[in-house]
């Protein structure tokens, strides 16, 4: 079974900077996807990013963009010209061969402004 | 398009009633996803389905959840009978099998007291 892990519960970052979100995850497989969800107070889960293991180049959408090391298992989420809309919880997310998603504990993400 | 369709969106039972929760996945979707989410466990897939037949229900805590899934347009999840650690968030998601882009509905927020 695949694991996610995300060791920082809390992050903290002031308005107009820029924050990284780190993510690990154990497996065996060679085909998945990662994803980054952000769920707002208002509990949708809204999908951030996506990552296609097989690429190696790493996916951007706007102001989010991911630092994928395949290698290394680690699959981390920065955030740019951070926004106070932006905060939330953060899940990282495994898509295993079966779609089958599995999902990190979740980071909270505070912007100060 | 409107969505993953959840009702109702708060649930506040007694211990011992029956809860039934409902999903309407988005229209030619063939892959629905039941998950729970608690502060203590995060977000667990709990059962889900491929054109309508369970395909793993090794995340249902125990036999007092069960799920089905009559058409493609709906399924449901029952708690029989709802104890409070049953209290969280569920939530229901759908995707076009092999896509690997899952759709998140609102989630049902669930107290049993």
């Known amino acids: 079974a695949q694991t996610v892990t995300q060791s920082q519960p809390e992050m903290s970052v002031q308005e107009a900077e820029t924050v990284t979100l780190s993510c690990t995850y154990d497996?065996?497989?060679?085909?998945?996807?990662l994803f980054w969800y952000k769920q707002p107070p208002s509990r949708q889960m809204i999908l951030v990013i996506r990552?296609?293991?097989?690429?190696?180049q790493n996916a951007t959408e706007n102001r989010f963009s991911v630092n994928f090391q395949k290698a290394a298992k680690s699959f981390s989420l920065k955030i740019s010209d951070s926004q106070l809309g932006d905060a939330a919880m953060y899940f990282c997310?495994?898509?295993?061969?079966?779609?089958?998603?599995?999902f990190g504990g979740g980071t909270r993400l505070m912007v100060k402004p | 398009d409107a969505g993953v369709i959840q009702s109702p969106r708060h649930e506040v039972t007694e211990m011992g009633q029956e809860v039934t929760l409902r999903c309407k996945p988005i229209?030619?979707?063939?892959?629905l996803f039941w998950y729970r989410q608690t502060m203590m466990r995060g977000l667990e897939l709990l059962i889900y389905f491929n054109n309508n037949v369970p395909i793993d229900d090794s995340g249902m805590p125990e036999d007092r959840f069960s799920a089905k899934m009559p058409n493609a347009s709906f399924s449901t999840l029952k708690i029989q009978p709802s104890e409070p650690r049953d209290s969280a968030v569920y939530f229901c998601?759908?995707?076009?099998?092999?896509?690997?882009?899952?759709?998140f509905g609102s989630g049902t927020r669930l107290t049993v007291v």
């Open positions: 997310a495994y898509l295993n061969a079966g779609n089958m998603l599995t």
């Open positions: 990552q296609e293991a097989y690429k190696q």
């Open positions: 497996t065996s497989e060679s085909d998945y996807y």
């Open positions: 229209s030619g979707h063939n892959s």
């Open positions: 998601a759908s995707t076009i099998q092999g896509t690997r882009g899952y759709t």
